[in-house]
């Protein structure tokens, strides 16, 4: 039997447990080292997100809300010309209808320059504002958040971070998990100037808000650029995505759904674009086209993007929060007619359930409480990342990193290895960085005197 004092309690714990229980310590410690800048700007970022609609209609309201709505609107046609005018070299590519009578209408053109967007009053054609698209703020924290603002390297980093928060909850709920100790369980012991302190929030925070991290990396996995990728492409092909068929009778582009619209769902980011037609006779025209997507009863505020070749297409779409909601539609530009009418409903178990997954983590399934369930766990995010870094800081001896001991029973690491291939079977980046993170710990700075007092 073995004396334990890894988690500031006394306890009588058996050398095999001790083991494990340190093999997990060094492992989470390793997963936190690594991901607390990330999970702080996660956290923050993501807290942004969630009012991006409540920023968007008070810091932007000067662009995205009218002031004085009139009567009549004018047409989709005449709000995209006045939003060209003076620029003969611009094209436009989309046009958002307004999702009420106090929203401005926004159109988006190409030019050599880049894409922007213009927002306008839909009653009287008055400019509100123009700006480049990757400068738009929500865009900008939303690619922060994802780190693809800077590369995809960095995206995948983002990735293995998601990976290894799923394991940081697992891991955290064991060793806070109650062994005959009463402090550190449910509340706090002593001060801030104590280490016990910092390790009792640490350890509290993580426990009441661990359920709640834990979906918040597991329905943010689904955007990963590698991962997601594959579970999208699994779910198509398996007929639990979007349904191919509704493409069977259709010549399609090359082109993805999110190529072409501003905003495009999990499930048909990646569905191609069909194509018109022949004959290819007069076009109807974006006034028309919006007309034909009024009348398939689509729901207000949805994205119209517009043909740019010969035998392209119309596509409305509209993500909202109400997912019952969530719609797109390809229409013929020549004949009008509807190609593909894909609506929430079409979709199979797995869409959906990721689709939910997404709307939760987002905050827009249950309105404000959901915002603030999913702030409150952001918060959580930041304050566990804290204590975790200031309980390290107090408890490393001078002149060492602290790192938790190594198991004495060397045998645990098997155990380890076969977590880690099977992490990395489920999701290929985090299992990699786990595997490396594990090889350096054995066979680097186990066996090299000086790294292995460093990390002592």
């Known amino acids: 039997m073995t004396i334990s004092h890894g988690a500031d309690t006394l306890a009588i714990v058996p050398p095999s447990r001790l083991s494990l229980q340190r093999a997990i310590w060094r492992w989470h410690f390793y997963a936190g080292l690594l991901c607390v800048p990330f999970m702080i700007l996660l956290a923050v970022t993501g807290s942004l997100y969630l009012f991006k609609d409540e920023i968007n209609h008070t810091l932007f309201a000067y662009r995205t809300v009218v002031a004085n709505p009139g009567t009549p609107a004018l047409s989709p046609e005449e709000l995209v010309d006045k939003a060209l005018e003076g620029r003969p070299e611009a094209a436009a590519t989309a046009y958002a209808e307004p999702a009420d009578a106090t929203s401005s209408a926004k159109v988006t053109y190409r030019d050599d320059s880049g894409k922007y967007y213009v927002y306008l009053d839909p009653y009287s054609g008055a400019v509100l504002d123009t700006l480049r698209a990757d400068r738009e703020p929500m865009w900008l924290i939303k690619k922060i958040h994802s780190l693809e603002l800077f590369g995809t390297f960095t995206n995948r980093l983002i990735e293995a971070v998601g990976g290894f928060a799923l394991i940081l909850v697992i891991t955290g709920i064991y060793l806070w998990w109650p062994r005959g100790q009463s402090g550190g369980v449910v509340t706090v012991r002593g001060t801030p100037a104590r280490r ?4 009792d929030l640490h350890a509290v925070t993580g426990a009441f808000a661990g359920l709640v991290i834990f979906f ?16 999208n492409g699994f779910a198509t092909q398996a007929g639990l995505g979007y349904p191919t068929q509704l493409w069977d009778n259709t010549p399609t582009s090359t082109v993805p759904l999110q190529d072409v619209v501003s905003k495009a769902g999990w499930t048909v980011e990646n569905s191609p674009v069909p194509q018109s037609a022949l004959p290819y006779t007069h076009a109807i025209g974006l006034d028309r086209a919006v007309a034909v997507a009024r009348g398939l009863g689509i729901a207000p505020g ?13 596509t409305a779409a509209i ?37 939910f997954g997404i709307n939760v983590h987002q905050g827009q399934q249950w309105g404000l409480a959901n915002q603030l369930v999913m702030l409150a766990t952001c918060l959580a995010v930041v304050l566990a990342s804290v204590s ?14 602290g790192v938790p001991p190594y198991p004495s029973d060397s045998r645990v690491y098997r155990g380890l290895w076969i977590v880690a291939i099977a992490v990395g079977l489920a999701f290929p980046v985090t299992g990699l960085a786990i595997m490396v ?20």
């Open 196 to 199: 016990v302190w910092w390790r």
């Open 216 to 231: 918040l990396a597991a329905s943010g996995l689904p955007w990963a650029g590698f991962w997601g990728k594959q579970l």
């Open 302 to 314: 949805f994205e119209m993007a517009l043909p740019t070749e010969e035998n392209g297409v119309y």
């Open 319 to 355: 993500f909202p929060d109400d997912l019952s909601k969530e719609r797109t539609i390809h229409i013929d530009q020549y004949s009008g007619r509807p190609i593909v009418d894909l609506k929430f409903g079409d979709f199979g178990g797995v869409a959906k359930a990721i689709e």
């Open 388 to 401: 975790g870094v200031m309980m390290w800081w107090k408890r490393r001896p001078t002149g060492k990193l």
């Open 437 to 456: 993170m594990v090889a350096l710990d054995l066979l680097v700075i186990r066996t090299v005197p000086p790294l292995r007092r460093a990390f002592g």
